[in-house]
């Protein structure tokens, strides 16, 4: 794990880099990181819109994390700008998690084990959430910040361009870093994501009155009256998941998140690089902003997942067989 330094505030950004090494056997990440990161890998928010999903996520964690220690064929790099990698080799991708995750999902959900063995991949913990800078300040999560930890990591790499995947939160930091830094991104994949978001949104994925019940009685209080709102007991992966967050730079986040403004239309139509939009069709919210942003951009891919909530979207069947696809049709 390294860490890079946001130049506006000094926030301190934790980002893996593993490049690829061929043939050579995977060496995998340090136990001590890995154990520490499940704490983080299920998903509170996808729980919320699919029940079983926060154990599958854990379960698949778990699984890959094996996996990884066989046969990723990647390596963490130590060196600020990364490993020397050939010149012919395929572009970096950078993998952005959503709202109360941390990169840990990505291992979970299959990406680094598709990604890793032909190209280097970075994953960052967005601030607020997994080991990264957790300020209190609802300022502090302007989502100018957020843009700027990523260009931070993307420095400490030496990285000029990448690939860039988010989802969720990861997917809305993605088309403000698509409309700020065009030029240091090779393409754009967005996951189940949005341009913005808007008033009310943690309301109607939790509960009526969520970010105050966050702020009033910290994460055990916020558990307590979500099981009150649904009636059926928090099940204990999600509820683990929810608990290793940091409740005051949680709430403040969510309320910073809340009036922030959308990402102009304007500025949409003006992308430059290819853009491929991934969106459940069980996802009725992050459907209609695919369906809008291919309006805007009608270069734009579209692929619906059948049956997908927004739970399902990053690791249903069809997700990553579109995305490699899309990857090896626009490699640079």
Known sequence: MEFATNPQDGARIAYRHLVPTGAHPGVPDGGDAR??????????????????????????????????????????????????????????????????????IWRGFGYLKAFAPTRAVVTLDLRGHGRSAKPHDAAAYDMGRFVDDVVAVLDALGIARAHYLGYSLGARVGFSLSASHPDRLASFISVAGAPGTGAGTFDRVFFDGSISALERGGMEGFLAEWQRATGSPVDPITRTAFLANDAPALAAYMRETERQATVPDEAIRAFPMPLLLLAGTRDRPRLRAAEHVQALFPAAELTLLDGATHADTPRHPGALPAITDFLARHPA
Do not use: F, K, W
Not at 51 to 56: E, K, V
């Open 35 to 104: 154990a520490a990161e499940m704490a983080h890998g299920a998903d509170p928010v996808d729980a919320a819109h699919s029940p079983g999903a926060a154990d599958s996520a854990h379960a698949a964690n778990a699984a890959d994390a094996a996996h990884s220690a066989r046969s990723a064929h990647a390596v963490d790099s130590a060196h600020p700008a990364g490993a020397a990698i050939a010149a012919d080799a395929a572009l970096p991708i950078v993998l952005v998690h959503g709202t109360a995750l941390s990169q840990a």
